[in-house]
């Protein structure tokens, strides 16, 4: 079973725009700032967060109890400007994990509440048996087909229409699809077969962009991401003829 964290700024809509609207560059770096801050303090625990929307984001949280959760809700009220709700819900794919995780927290009140306030929604946690599977996958020389070659504007328009098609495809098999920056996605992949994650990524006609992945299987996120980093990193050093490669704790 792997364990989603949904985290979502309380009332965040209407606090830019109270009592004016605020600058743009000031909620830029907020969003920014708090991103970096949560990342660090799930990191702690061996967690990982995704910045989605960065008004939602969501977080890998195996091996993380209720205490922990409020620890970081009390240490973000009391620096911040705003709180943050959160939504922790388990399964046996990430998909249906984040549906329990965002169903709880919507079952507090909308969004935009003014009456929701660091709300903690627990629809259940993972146990000692849980686990997380993470694939890391990037596109195959990008450096020297896109980046110099290409304006930057156009490789990244290349880069979001790879990411539409693995969101896309991945979704169908209860897997969920994340940008990390680059070239690089993670992919939190529990219930999905290196099998399954090789026929997506040679679907490669639909984008005419060759793909690679590493997978990483460990009791949290952070060993799983890391087993799938050096996973991916065997490919690159040629010590692999596979395009997926897997890593087990």
Known sequence: MIQMTLIQIDNYGPWTVTPTPRRESDLQILQAELYADLQRQFAAKQGLVFFMRFDNMLAISNGMDMEDHLRIQESIGNRYPITVSMGVGTARTPYDAQRKATKALQSHGGAQSEDRKEVLAIDSLADENGFVQIAHID??????????????????????????FLMKKLIKKGSLLFFI?????MSPC????????????????????ALKAGIGKASTAEKAANLADLALEEIRGGFTYDLVHLMKE
């Open 139 to 164: 596109i195959n020389g990008i450096t020297e087909t896109l980046t110099d070659t290409m304006p930057a504007y156009d490789t990244s328009f290349v880069v979001n229409r790879v990411q539409h």
């Open 181 to 185: 920056g680059g070239d690089n996605f």
């Open 190 to 209: 529990n219930g999905l077969a290196p099998e399954g994650l090789l026929k997506i990524i040679n679907e490669k006609d639909e984008i005419k962009i």
